[in-house]
């Protein structure tokens, strides 16, 4: 039936390659255009080839705080990559059993992840100006000094910001988990258990070295998912944009290639990312052998 | 039974001295992220949306005045449609369009993996490069669409050398054409991995059975493979349903900031501090969305496909 030398075949190969195309087509083209001369513009022809853009990038040249901005969005991302991974390990094993709750939990993440963006960044926001409120106030009435001269806001990115990106990172988190655990071959873990191991060891010398590979991917997309996130981030980040955000700015009022170097940086540190993370996979799966 | 009860606790009885924490547990600290900024944040969007608001505060009160605002001049029928029916009708138009070409596209990719790559290991770096993409810039994919459909761009660089028009097209860039482009462009992965996903479950006996009977390759397709992928349709239709919904950044960018959104809407008026006022939109937006989902979800049970 899918015999390979039938036309539907080479329809089919012909039409992912289109697809593939047009996934990486674009991109392509801002990396090349990203190499032009100074007197380059946003459009082709190429107007002659040189790295002028780049160091334009890393003078700082007309653009904003892109250095600062950059350093924000990868420790961010850090963090949200070894938040995602703990806690939605430490989810995934509570689901294997049905307990209190867990259905609900179930649903919320699945909510979590289709409630429009914006509406999650509003709430978040509301949040947090609800606290701050609360905050100024109990600062004026118990005269607590310390609130009533430096207190701003509760607001930023490593309380509003990384909330919100969780909510996005982990329940890709978890569903990869579920993913792994119902493919999971219990026998390991009842031959440790019978021979005597407690469940913190059964977990760190027979379930972690299992799934480890797909840690990897937790890992991947906790950090990816955070460093472009830009939507449910929008609304709460502060004072301190993280590169996305600056990105978009950047969409309305610069007309220069620097835009497109600063689009290959990022997609260079992305490519990046994901090579060492597939590179890092396929050592723990060859090292298990399995 | 007495006896066997009585056996049965006696042999359990080191179980009653012995604490044992529950596995359960291990997920609170999961739950507390969702309870915080998950759960309360959309109660106090849904509270909030009945306050009041001046230009520097947000007030607790219980008003329906912005709701009535949201929907003011829309159910008199002298006037045009108005401003809130018009843009939930280009956002219905949008989520159409893209749904329908991401749907298309993604259930040809996934067949296309899902059958014809026979090694395991094609098919996973084929399905890699598909998602590859997805861990990139989405901001970064949009704009990389300026140097192709530009006023100046090789599009129309094309279109003009081969004298399909004479002058160049502005159609082409921020316009809702580029709206589509782009979120087919970003979303067609949504339809993929779930489709897949339901494909690789078929069992290839089935297909196989209908071969030798006699099928042809169309009613296979149309008789056996898409409904036994309806689950993965339904997941990635939710996905891409719910994104273009709540979207103002796509539209935004690709759209040159004059094609409205709900999302739009809701952003505009945070920067205006006009909170109770988008805390109304958002809680339209969400029971617009919940409701298209509560639709969908009644053809499957998503917990079985994971």
């Given at each position: 039936?899918?015999?390979?030398?039938?036309?539907?075949?080479?329809?089919?190969?012909?039409?992912?390659?289109?697809?593939?195309?047009?996934?990486?087509?674009?991109?392509?083209?801002?990396?090349?255009?990203?190499?032009?001369?100074?007197?380059?513009?946003?459009?082709?022809?190429?107007n002659?080839?040189?790295?002028?853009?780049?160091?334009?990038?890393?003078?700082?040249?007309?653009?904003?705080?892109?250095?600062?901005?950059?350093?924000?969005?990868?420790?961010?991302?850090?963090?949200v990559?070894?938040l995602?991974?703990?806690?939605?390990?430490?989810?995934?094993?509570?689901?294997?059993?049905?307990?209190?709750?867990?259905?609900?939990?179930?649903?919320?993440?699945?909510?979590?992840?289709?409630?429009?963006?914006?509406?999650?960044?509003?709430?978040?926001?509301?949040?947090?100006?609800?606290?701050?409120?609360?905050?100024k106030?109990?600062?004026?009435?118990?005269?607590?000094?310390?609130?009533?001269?430096?207190?701003?806001?509760?607001?930023?990115?490593?309380?509003?910001?990384?909330?919100?990106?969780?909510?996005?990172?982990?329940?890709?988190?978890?569903?990869?988990?579920?993913?792994?655990?119902?493919?999971?071959?219990?026998?390991?873990?009842?031959?440790?258990?019978?021979?005597?191991?407690?469940?913190?060891?059964?977990?760190?010398?027979?379930?972690?070295?299992?799934?480890?590979?797909?840690?990897?991917?937790?890992?991947?997309?906790?950090?990816?998912?955070?460093?472009?996130?830009?939507?449910?981030?929008?609304?709460?980040?502060?004072?301190?944009?993280?590169?996305?955000?600056?990105?978009?700015?950047?969409?309305?009022?610069?007309?220069?290639?620097?835009i497109?170097?600063?689009g290959?940086?990022?997609?260079?540190?992305?490519?990046?990312?994901?090579?060492?993370?597939?590179?890092?996979?396929?050592?723990?799966?060859?090292?298990?052998?399995? | 039974?007495?006896?066997?009860?009585?056996?049965?606790?006696?042999?359990?009885?080191?179980?009653?001295?012995?604490?044992?924490?529950s596995?359960?547990?291990l997920?609170?600290?999961?739950?507390?992220?969702?309870?915080?900024?998950?759960?309360?944040?959309?109660?106090?969007?849904?509270?909030?949306?009945?306050?009041?608001?001046?230009?520097?505060?947000?007030?607790?009160?219980?008003?329906?005045?912005?709701?009535?605002?949201?929907?003011?001049?829309?159910?008199?029928?002298?006037?045009?449609?108005c401003?809130?029916?018009k843009?939930?009708?280009?956002?219905?138009?949008?989520?159409?369009?893209?749904?329908?070409f991401?749907?298309?596209?993604?259930?040809?990719?996934?067949?296309?993996?899902?059958?014809?790559?026979?090694?395991?290991?094609?098919?996973?770096?084929?399905?890699?490069?598909?998602?590859?993409?997805?861990?990139?810039?989405?901001?970064?994919?949009?704009?990389?669409?300026?140097?192709?459909?530009?006023?100046?761009?090789?599009?129309?660089?094309f279109?003009?050398?081969?004298?399909?028009?004479?002058?160049?097209?502005?159609?082409?860039?921020?316009s809702?054409?580029?709206?589509?482009?782009?979120?087919?462009?970003?979303?067609?992965?949504?339809?993929?991995?779930?489709?897949?996903?339901?494909?690789m479950?078929?069992?290839?006996?089935?297909?196989?059975?209908?071969?030798?009977?006699?099928?042809?390759?169309?009613?296979?397709?149309?008789?056996?493979?898409?409904?036994?992928?309806?689950?993965?349709?339904?997941?990635?239709?939710?996905?891409?349903?719910?994104?273009?919904m709540?979207?103002?950044?796509?539209?935004?960018?690709?759209?040159?900031?004059q094609?409205?959104s709900?999302?739009?809407?809701?952003?505009?008026?945070?920067?205006?501090?006009?909170?109770?006022?988008?805390?109304?939109?958002?809680?339209?937006?969400?029971?617009?969305?919940?409701?298209?989902?509560?639709?969908?979800?009644?053809?499957?049970?998503?917990?079985?496909?994971?």
């Amino acid at each position: 039936m899918f015999s390979k030398k039938n036309n539907t075949y080479y329809i089919c190969v012909f039409f992912f390659a289109l697809f593939v195309l047009f996934l990486y087509g674009p991109t392509f083209t801002i990396i090349l255009l990203s190499f032009q001369g100074p007197d380059g513009g946003l459009t082709f022809p190429l107007n002659g080839i040189s790295t002028y853009w780049f160091e334009e990038l890393w003078r700082g040249g007309s653009v904003v705080d892109i250095g600062s901005a950059f350093k924000r969005s990868i420790i961010l991302g850090i963090i949200v990559m070894i938040l995602t991974v703990v806690l939605s390990v430490a989810a995934g094993l509570a689901f294997r059993k049905k307990f209190w709750g867990s259905n609900v939990l179930f649903f919320t993440t699945v909510a979590s992840l289709i409630v429009p963006s914006i509406v999650l960044s509003l709430g978040v926001a509301l949040q947090f100006r609800l606290i701050d409120d609360l905050t100024k106030w109990i600062g004026s009435s118990l005269d607590i000094s310390w609130v009533n001269d430096s207190f701003q806001t509760s607001l930023g990115m490593y309380s509003s910001g990384l909330g919100a990106q969780l909510t996005w990172t982990l329940p890709f988190g978890l569903l990869i988990m579920f993913a792994v655990f119902n493919r999971f071959d219990k026998s390991y873990e009842e031959a440790a258990r019978d021979l005597g191991a407690t469940p913190w060891k059964t977990f760190k010398e027979i379930v972690l070295p299992l799934i480890a590979p797909s840690i990897i991917g937790i890992a991947l997309f906790g950090f990816t998912l955070s460093y472009d996130e830009l939507a449910r981030s929008s609304q709460v980040m502060g004072s301190g944009n993280t590169l996305p955000l600056e990105l978009r700015g950047l969409t309305t009022t610069v007309t220069t290639p620097i835009i497109y170097a600063l689009g290959t940086v990022t997609t260079f540190v992305s490519f990046t990312v994901i090579a060492i993370s597939v590179g890092f996979y396929l050592f723990l799966k060859r090292k298990k052998g399995i | 039974m007495l006896p066997y009860i009585i056996n049965k606790s006696i042999f359990n009885m080191p179980n009653l001295f012995k604490i044992k924490p529950s596995v359960g547990l291990l997920s609170l600290p999961y739950s507390l992220v969702f309870i915080f900024f998950f759960f309360i944040p959309l109660v106090l969007t849904f509270v909030i949306s009945f306050w009041d608001y001046n230009e520097y505060s947000i007030i607790p009160d219980l008003i329906l005045e912005n709701y009535r605002y949201i929907f003011e001049n829309c159910f008199s029928f002298e006037n045009d449609m108005c401003v809130t029916f018009k843009t939930y009708l280009s956002t219905f138009m949008f989520c159409l369009i893209t749904w329908f070409f991401t749907l298309i596209i993604g259930f040809f990719v996934a067949y296309f993996l899902a059958f014809y790559v026979n090694s395991l290991t094609w098919q996973i770096a084929l399905f890699l490069l598909c998602t590859i993409p997805f861990w990139t810039s989405n901001v970064i994919r949009m704009i990389s669409w300026i140097p192709l459909l530009g006023r100046n761009g090789l599009v129309n660089d094309f279109f003009l050398s081969t004298g399909l028009t004479s002058t160049p097209q502005e159609w082409l860039l921020y316009s809702g054409f580029s709206v589509v482009l782009a979120f087919v462009h970003l979303y067609t992965l949504f339809m993929i991995v779930p489709i897949f996903n339901s494909m690789m479950r078929i069992d290839k006996s089935i297909i196989e059975a209908a071969y030798d009977s006699g099928a042809n390759g169309f009613q296979i397709l149309w008789n056996i493979i898409i409904p036994l992928c309806k689950p993965g349709i339904v997941i990635g239709s939710i996905f891409v349903i719910t994104v273009v919904m709540g979207d103002f950044i796509t539209i935004g960018i690709m759209g040159g900031q004059q094609i409205p959104s709900i999302g739009k809407i809701i952003y505009v008026e945070m920067s205006y501090l006009q909170l109770p006022a988008a805390a109304a939109n958002a809680v339209i937006l969400l029971f617009l969305t919940l409701l298209i989902i509560w639709i969908m979800t009644k053809m499957i049970d998503i917990r079985k496909e994971l």
